[in-house]
């Protein structure tokens, strides 16, 4: 088990944005977590749990999974030990009963970020299902809110060369779709949109982007994950793309307090585009290099001399700033200092 509890225990405690007082709207609630054991559900479960731990009257937390034992073991791995396991329940409880008879009963939010990132197979098109039968319940629920996490990878990669990626820009249509994650994105959306447009929920589609930190798995091959992974075993850098790539990566805190400004504002946002993201760029070769010395390494190599065009993957996100959302954590070097706290002492498991 790589984790430190203490040092999510620091960052929810530094927090500036971290509420002093409990908003109305989380007094008595209770959120239901699609996805609770993957990394962006890890954060939301997280956040509702020492909510309630500073406020002793709500959020409650409901975590729905596949699978319930390795739910509840990868929830212990990854909380702080202070923390009580949410209640977690299947699938077939949730889908099977009427609202009442199941852990539906009185859900007020549902946060939906169940759609695996890799290891694709038939299985992520369940989630499609899942979604609907999911959203045909809710009629038992008087409209609660509904906030699919998707994703910045609905939108035609490549497009995006040397700018930011606008709210306004149209996502791809499902036949164009590239891969089984980007179709079930984008059918995501739809579901929540048809849904909220006959009222039968309060939705949102959030796009998330980037994210870096603890939590995060460094067994995933994304470009900060594999440095740092590179780093901690003593190993060289290697940029197999165009060095002059471009990317943002945000800090999972910053990321959940923007999640949960969605949750306080859904009304205001609904089915407008909105991004959760950083949109402070940086290069693949300055990211490797930083995280090198990060490390106390300099060795960053770059393999192809022939490099493809440079592509941006860098959100604007005029929407969750006209909110008074700011980047609290996200420099490259808050994001490395938490990590690197979050895996110490074990730091050698990765050598």
């Not at 007082?21 to 959120?31: D, N, Q, R, T, V």
């Not at 791995?77 to 699938?91: A, G, H, M």
């Not at 036949?175 to 929920?201: F, T």
Request: glycine share 8%; charged share 20%.
């Amino acid at each position: 088990m790589i984790r430190n509890g203490n040092e999510l225990d620091r960052c929810l405690q530094e927090s500036l944005s971290f509420p002093t007082k409990l908003p109305g709207e989380i007094e008595g609630s209770k959120w239901l977590i699609l996805g609770g054991t993957g990394f962006v559900g890890k954060w939301i479960t997280l956040y509702g749990l020492e909510l309630w731990s500073r406020f002793k009257v709500g959020p409650e937390v409901v975590i729905a999974s596949r699978d319930v034992a390795m739910a509840e073991k990868q929830l212990r791995s990854f909380l702080p030990p202070r923390f009580e396991l949410p209640k977690v329940t299947s699938y077939h409880d949730i889908l099977g009963r009427h609202a009442s008879e199941s852990n539906l009963n009185e859900v007020d939010t549902i946060f939906h970020s169940a759609t695996p990132t890799h290891g694709h197979s038939g299985s992520i098109y369940e989630v499609l299902e899942i979604t609907k039968v999911l959203i045909e319940k809710c009629i038992d629920l008087n409209a609660p809110k509904f906030i699919h996490l998707s994703s910045g990878g609905v939108y035609q990669r490549g497009d995006f060369k040397g700018r930011f990626v606008k709210e306004d820009t149209p996502r791809v249509e499902s036949e164009q779709s590239v891969n089984a994650y980007q179709r079930v994105k984008v059918d995501l959306e739809k579901l929540v949109e048809s849904a909220h447009k006959q009222g039968m929920i309060r939705g949102a589609n959030p796009r998330l982007f980037a994210f870096a930190g603890p939590g995060f798995p460094l067994n995933q091959e994304y470009a900060f994950a594999d440095f740092v992974r590179l780093a901690l075993a003593n190993k060289s850098i290697v940029i197999r793309g165009n060095p002059q790539t471009r990317r943002s990566y945000m800090h999972p805190l910053d990321m959940t307090q923007w999640i949960l400004q969605v949750w306080l504002n859904i009304d205001g946002i609904g089915l407008n585009p909105t991004h959760i993201g950083s949109s402070v760029p940086v290069s693949i070769f300055d990211l490797a290099t930083q995280i090198a010395q990060y490390f106390g390494s300099n060795d960053v190599q770059s393999l192809s001399s022939a490099y493809s065009e440079e592509e941006w993957y860098v959100p604007e996100a005029m929407r969750m700033r006209n909110l008074g959302c700011e980047l609290e954590y996200s420099s490259i070097e808050s994001i490395l200092d938490s990590w690197s706290n979050f895996l110490s002492p074990q730091k050698s498991a990765w050598s």
